[in-house]
């Protein structure tokens, strides 16, 4: 019996090759005790309890410290998911694919034996309507002492500035000197994102997002990347998949299915041109082959020209796949997924990798030649299929005609560009107290950089424009690249009241005391304009504040009159 079953086994041994049996991957999940895991391979590991990884251990030392970790949350802090169990859901010869499930939905690490990081990814199957959603690391502040984001690089504020500083808003605080130190500095456009995260001489940990498409949002939309924990001290690194900074309205119900992901978390020397190298080699991979989900690797492309009504090619338009028949601005739409490009010199766009389903095209414009269009392009009913390419062909855009303009200042382009300390970066904490309160533009002879970007104080903006011939009848148009409730002004057309730009009809953004200076939540107002309202000769509008909260008011994209 004995030697019949050392045969057995033997000839077991034997059929299977030794190189076959070395093939398992060396990542690992192991189950420690209730509700805690370790997984990882052989160069890192991650210590995972209910809530957080509370430890990463990586070239020697345990990298989260005395910070909080790993963890997944909605809506602030008081919802972290919690995980009720861990399986290897998948495996290969030099990979697993981990799952923790929650009741919200599986967060997943796919980790590569040679791999220093993990890609990762969320399946929803029970997340609430909800604007936040988010995954992060709080990580040990010697280790990760830096931050850095495509527009922003360099050591964090320490805790103790913190602390020797005056609280005087959520998140900001002054100190001594005057200045200001907040969070929100570390905000950047998302889609614009080559990869961020946080590094220091021995170790550094990124975030790259190929693709982007899980992202909620067009083209404008920023999300806080970095920053100091400001009660602990942990360095933060966010991964805002779905974000609800500087825009009206961020709340969306995602269908059971919808995936966030795989973006990869990488772990290096802290080397920031080995992260760029990696970063680049990441979004050439997209979409990710290795990723076996169906409705992932579904996808088709799209090409189109647009066309202005008057002829023009719509150069360098901002062009948006988005929600089909969707009653939210493109920056408020984040159910599904978005697609974002800018036409050519000719109008032509195209892109490519796009998930199948029923789409909406946007397009609008951003600045250079076809600054002074107003409208924008909707087309509903945008069909993408697997592995086809959809054509949209010629697509006209009906713009109003140029020559009825009676003056515009600043380009159309739902942004800041070109007004008075509008740069030189995005984002600073209070530069809009720096507009002045009263300031006088002179049509003819002023410039757009004479207008300042944003405007918060008590006072009076005037702008003095001539008009040889009064048409019949005309339309003020006031475009405004973000909005913060709080500041209120009356708008007069040769001191008669036109129109306003007052919380009571606008909703809030955090735009301007976030520190955002370059773009948040565009609106449009357009005021009518009669007749009577305007002479021959010099005329003149005021936009007069006349209710000011501080840091709070609207960012400038442009103004402007034209005869209808
Ligand atoms: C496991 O932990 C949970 C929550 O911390 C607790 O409710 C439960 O009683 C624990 N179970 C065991 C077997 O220790
Ligand atoms: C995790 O890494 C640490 C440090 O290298 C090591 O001591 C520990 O054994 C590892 N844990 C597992 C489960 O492999
Ligand atoms: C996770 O558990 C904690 C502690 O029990 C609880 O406070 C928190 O609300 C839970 N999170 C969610 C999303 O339910
Ligand atoms: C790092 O965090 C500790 C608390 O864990 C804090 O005392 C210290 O000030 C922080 N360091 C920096 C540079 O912020
Ligand atoms: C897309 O929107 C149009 C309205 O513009 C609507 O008629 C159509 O049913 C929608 N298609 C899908 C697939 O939702
Ligand atoms: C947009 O449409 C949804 C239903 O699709 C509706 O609930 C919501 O009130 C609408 N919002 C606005 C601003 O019209
Ligand atoms: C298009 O422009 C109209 C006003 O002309 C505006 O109400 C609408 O919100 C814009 N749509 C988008 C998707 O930007
Ligand atoms: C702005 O102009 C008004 C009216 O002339 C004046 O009362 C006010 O002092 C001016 N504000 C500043 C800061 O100069
Ligand atoms: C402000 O302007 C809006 C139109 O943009 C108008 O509906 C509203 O009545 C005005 N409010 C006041 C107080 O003038
Ligand atoms: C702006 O002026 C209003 C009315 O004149 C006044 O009540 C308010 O305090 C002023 N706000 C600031 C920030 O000066």
Same mark, same amino acid.
């Given at each position: 019996?004995?030697?019949?079953?050392?045969?057995? %086994?033997?000839?077991?041994?034997?059929?299977?090759?030794?190189? #076959?049996?070395?093939?398992?991957?060396?990542? +690992?999940?192991?189950?420690?005790?209730?509700?805690?895991?370790? %997984?990882?391979?052989?160069?890192?590991?991650?210590?995972?309890?209910?809530? @957080?990884?509370?430890?990463?251990?990586?070239?020697?030392?345990?990298?989260?410290? /005395?910070?909080?970790?790993?963890?997944?949350?909605?809506?602030?802090?008081?919802?972290?998911?919690?995980?009720?169990?861990?399986?290897?859901?998948?495996?290969?010869?030099? =990979?697993?694919?981990?799952?923790?499930?929650?009741? #919200?939905?599986?967060?997943?690490?796919?980790?590569?034996?040679?791999?220093?990081?993990?890609?990762?990814?969320?399946?929803?199957?029970? *997340?609430?309507?909800?604007?936040?959603?988010?995954?992060?690391?709080?990580?040990?502040?010697?280790?990760?002492?830096?931050?850095?984001?495509?527009?922003?690089?360099?050591? *964090?504020?320490?805790?103790?500035?913190?602390?020797?500083?005056?609280?005087?808003?959520?998140?900001?605080?002054? /100190?001594?000197?005057?200045?200001? *130190?907040?969070?929100?500095?570390?905000?950047?456009?998302?889609?614009?994102?080559?990869?961020?995260?946080?590094?220091?001489?021995?170790?550094?940990?990124?975030?790259?997002?190929?693709?982007?498409?899980?992202?909620?949002?067009?083209? %404008?939309?920023?999300? *806080?990347?970095?920053? &100091?924990?400001?009660?602990?001290?942990?360095?933060?690194?966010?991964?805002?998949?779905?974000?609800?900074?500087?825009?009206? %309205?961020?709340?969306?119900?995602?269908?059971?299915?919808?995936? =966030?992901?795989?973006?990869?978390?990488?772990?290096?020397?802290?080397?920031?041109?080995?992260?760029?190298?990696?970063?680049?080699?990441?979004?050439?991979?997209?979409? @990710?082959?290795?990723?076996?989900?169906?409705?992932?690797?579904?996808?088709?492309?799209?090409?189109?020209?647009?066309?202005?009504?008057?002829?023009?090619?719509?150069?360098?338009?901002?062009?948006?796949?988005?929600?089909?028949?969707?009653?939210?601005?493109?920056?408020?739409?984040?159910?599904?997924?978005?697609?974002?490009?800018?036409?050519?010199?000719?109008?032509?766009?195209?892109?490519?990798?796009?998930?199948?389903?029923? @789409?909406?095209?946007?397009?609008?414009?951003?600045?250079?030649?076809?600054?002074?269009?107003?409208?924008?392009?909707?087309?509903?009913?945008?069909?993408?299929?697997?592995? /086809?390419?959809?054509?949209?062909?010629?697509?006209?855009?009906?713009?109003?005609?140029?020559?009825?303009?009676?003056?515009?200042?600043?380009? +159309?382009?739902?942004?800041?560009?070109?007004?008075?300390?509008?740069?030189?970066?995005?984002?600073?904490?209070?530069?809009?107290?720096?507009?002045?309160?009263?300031?006088? @533009?002179?049509?003819?002879?002023?410039?757009?950089?004479?207008?300042?970007?944003?405007?918060?104080?008590?006072?009076?903006?005037?702008?003095?424009?001539?008009?040889?011939?009064?048409?019949?009848?005309?339309?003020?148009?006031?475009?405004?690249?973000?909005?913060?409730?709080?500041?209120?002004?009356?708008?007069?057309?040769?001191?008669?009241?036109?129109?306003?730009?007052?919380?009571?009809?606008?909703?809030?953004?955090?735009?301007?005391?976030?520190?955002?200076?370059?773009?948040?939540?565009? &609106?449009?107002?357009?005021?009518?304009?009669?007749? #009577?309202?305007?002479?021959?000769?010099?005329?003149?509008?005021?936009?007069?504040?006349?209710?000011?909260?501080?840091?709070?008011?609207?960012?400038?994209?442009?103004?402007?009159?034209?005869?209808?």
């Amino acid at each position: 019996m004995g030697v019949l079953k050392f045969l057995a %086994l033997a000839a077991v041994a034997v059929a299977a090759p030794v190189e #076959e049996r070395a093939k398992k991957p060396k990542s +690992f999940l192991k189950e420690v005790g209730n509700s805690t895991w370790v %997984l990882g391979n052989q160069i890192w590991n991650v210590t995972q309890n209910r809530q @957080y990884a509370n430890k990463l251990f990586y070239k020697g030392s345990d990298r989260v410290g /005395k910070a909080v970790g790993h963890y997944v949350s909605y809506n602030g802090a008081a919802s972290d998911l919690n995980w009720t169990s861990a399986v290897i859901a998948d495996s290969g010869s030099d =990979w697993i694919n981990v799952k923790f499930t929650a009741k #919200e939905g599986d967060f997943h690490w796919v980790i590569y034996d040679d791999l220093p990081g993990a890609y990762q990814y969320f399946v929803n199957h029970a *997340l609430p309507t909800l604007g936040e959603f988010r995954t992060l690391w709080r990580l040990d502040n010697a280790s990760f002492p830096r931050g850095r984001t495509n527009i922003k690089d360099g050591v *964090l504020p320490a805790l103790d500035e913190y602390r020797g500083a005056t609280n005087v808003q959520d998140e900001t605080w002054q /100190k001594a000197d005057g200045s200001f *130190l907040t969070k929100y500095d570390w905000s950047a456009f998302v889609r614009d994102m080559d990869f961020y995260g946080v590094y220091g001489d021995e170790v550094g940990s990124w975030y790259f997002n190929p693709g982007k498409d899980y992202y909620n949002g067009d083209q %404008l939309k920023q999300e *806080l990347m970095v920053h &100091r924990e400001s009660k602990t001290g942990d360095a933060v690194q966010l991964n805002m998949i779905h974000g609800t900074h500087y825009q009206a %309205l961020s709340r969306d119900v995602f269908a059971d299915g919808k995936v =966030w992901g795989p973006w990869l978390w990488y772990l290096n020397d802290g080397s920031k041109d080995d992260a760029a190298k990696r970063a680049e080699e990441e979004e050439g991979a997209w979409p @990710y082959k290795w990723f076996e989900d169906k409705a992932y690797q579904s996808r088709g492309k799209i090409q189109g020209k647009l066309i202005l009504s008057d002829g023009r090619p719509a150069a360098g338009a901002a062009v948006f796949l988005g929600d089909n028949n969707s009653n939210l601005s493109t920056l408020d739409q984040g159910k599904d997924y978005y697609y974002t490009t800018y036409a050519d010199s000719d109008g032509k766009f195209d892109i490519h990798d796009i998930r199948t389903g029923t @789409y909406a095209l946007y397009a609008w414009g951003n600045g250079g030649k076809i600054a002074d269009v107003t409208t924008n392009f909707t087309q509903n009913e945008v069909v993408i299929r697997e592995g /086809k390419n959809t054509n949209l062909k010629d697509l006209t855009w009906k713009v109003t005609d140029k020559k009825d303009r009676i003056f515009q200042i600043g380009d +159309f382009d739902r942004k800041t560009d070109g007004f008075k300390l509008s740069g030189p970066t995005p984002f600073e904490h209070g530069r809009i107290s720096k507009c002045p309160a009263n300031l006088t @533009y002179t049509v003819g002879t002023s410039k757009a950089a004479d207008w300042c970007f944003g405007q918060a104080l008590n006072g009076t903006w005037s702008i003095v424009f001539p008009v040889k011939a009064v048409p019949s009848a005309a339309k003020l148009t006031v475009s405004l690249a973000g909005f913060s409730q709080g500041t209120s002004a009356t708008v007069l057309l040769n001191n008669v009241k036109v129109g306003n730009i007052t919380s009571a009809s606008l909703v809030n953004s955090q735009d301007t005391y976030r520190g955002a200076t370059r773009a948040g939540e565009w &609106r449009l107002l357009e005021f009518p304009v009669t007749k #009577e309202g305007l002479k021959q000769g010099d005329n003149r509008i005021d936009v007069k504040v006349e209710k000011a909260s501080q840091w709070r008011g609207w960012l400038w994209d442009s103004i402007l009159l034209e005869g209808i």
